[in-house]
């Protein structure tokens, strides 16, 4: 099963989005459907920014399916983000990924502005 890139369309129009949603899902193989249904065994869990430019699968060459994705804004984390953290318990006790990736980018937006305020002192 291959993954194959999706043209890019204007995003402007709701009706366009549901109506290659539709067309995807007539692409869609039945081995396809049931691989999905059948459940999840990734090896790895990816954190990463919420950047809309790149998907992980992409990144890393591999297939929808292969990898436990959590995404937020430049990467941030606190130990008090109970949804990293649920991400983080379900990949490591559940699903038993092998490897967790924290992956960053450059000219990250949501970086530049938390060192921003990093440097007048905190939010708050």
Avoid at 9 to 27: H, L, M, V, Y
Avoid at 53 to 67: D, I, K, N, T
Avoid at 107 to 124: H, R
């Amino acid at each position: 099963m291959t993954y194959e890139v999706p043209e890019m369309i204007p995003t402007n129009s709701f009706e366009q989005i549901i109506a290659k949603n539709a067309a995807w899902a007539r692409s869609c193989t039945q081995v396809q459907k049931e691989g999905w249904t059948a459940g999840q065994a990734p090896k790895i869990m990816f954190l990463g920014c919420s950047d809309s430019r790149v998907c992980p699968e992409m990144l890393m060459g591999l297939q929808p399916g292969e990898v436990f994705v959590h995404r937020n804004i430049a990467n941030l984390t606190h130990p008090s983000d109970t949804s990293l953290l649920s991400v983080l318990h379900y990949a490591v006790n559940v699903l038993k990924v092998q490897h967790i990736v924290v992956c960053g980018h450059t000219e990250c937006g949501g970086a530049a502005a938390a060192l921003k305020v990093a440097a007048k002192g905190g939010v708050g």
